[in-house]
């Protein structure tokens, strides 16, 4: 990104500040300072820092800035590639950046998953990236895919309990409700908060239930 979509950028997200609530201006403080950090180091670590943290914004963001905070992480991280072309975190990120914000900026979600899948070719055992594939697997209805890909996931690391609750949506989905249950209670016996077990628990008595 040249010195006219910098400026482009800031003009635009100068924009987004206008008319926020009190919460919203402390977020957007806080982006804004690290952008303004990035810009003057100019160094890969700020470009990181600044568009993880515009990534996150967007994450949680429900309103039209959305777009806005997604153009901030896309800009940064490829910021960041100019300096480390081999940065297998920046290529992550940027390219779950794109798929993610694909309907809202009118990217075209191959082009994120191109660098997810560069990825993967040099580090298998990526997890953000194996995720990130397995997402877009389930919007795109390639559930098998999502499937191998969230298991995958388990085997690299049985620490993330999230890929049963991952697991068993895509089963139900798929009408595979037995399975989708097994995952589930795969989840329900790993979690240790006492309010989510209870909430698994009864969608799992739910679910049996229609299956009588």
């Given at each position: 990104m040249g010195e006219k979509e910098d400026a482009d950028f800031t003009t635009q997200f100068a924009g987004a500040m206008k008319g926020l609530t009190a919460d919203q201006k402390t977020l957007y403080g806080r982006l804004e300072d690290g952008l303004k950090k990035a810009q003057a180091d100019n160094t890969?670590?700020?470009?990181?820092?600044?568009?993880?943290?515009?990534l996150k914004g967007a994450r949680l963001a429900q309103n039209d800035r959305k777009g806005v905070l997604y153009q901030g992480a896309i800009n940064g991280f490829q910021?960041?590639?100019?300096f480390n072309p081999?940065?297998?975190?920046?290529k992550t990120n940027l390219g779950t950046s794109i798929v993610e914000s694909s309907s809202i900026l009118g990217n075209q979600p191959m082009k994120g998953i191109t660098l997810l899948r560069e990825v993967i070719a040099?580090?298998?055992?990526?997890?953000?990236?194996?995720?990130?594939?397995?997402?877009?697997s389930v919007t795109s209805q390639q559930f098998n895919k999502a499937i191998e890909r969230f298991q995958r996931i388990l085997r690299i690391?049985?620490?993330?309990?999230?890929?049963?609750?991952?697991?068993?949506d895509t089963y139900l989905t798929m009408g595979e409700k037995q399975k989708a249950i097994e995952s589930y209670e795969n989840y329900k016996v790993r979690v240790k908060d006492t309010l989510i077990t209870r909430n698994i628990d009864e969608y799992i008595k739910k679910l049996k239930q229609q299956q009588n």
């Open positions: 890969e670590a700020a470009w990181m820092a600044s568009a993880g943290d515009f910021k960041a590639l100019v081999n940065s297998l975190s920046a040099k580090d298998s055992n990526n997890i953000e990236a194996n995720l990130q594939l397995g997402l877009f690391d049985s620490t993330h309990i999230d890929m049963y609750v991952y697991l068993g």
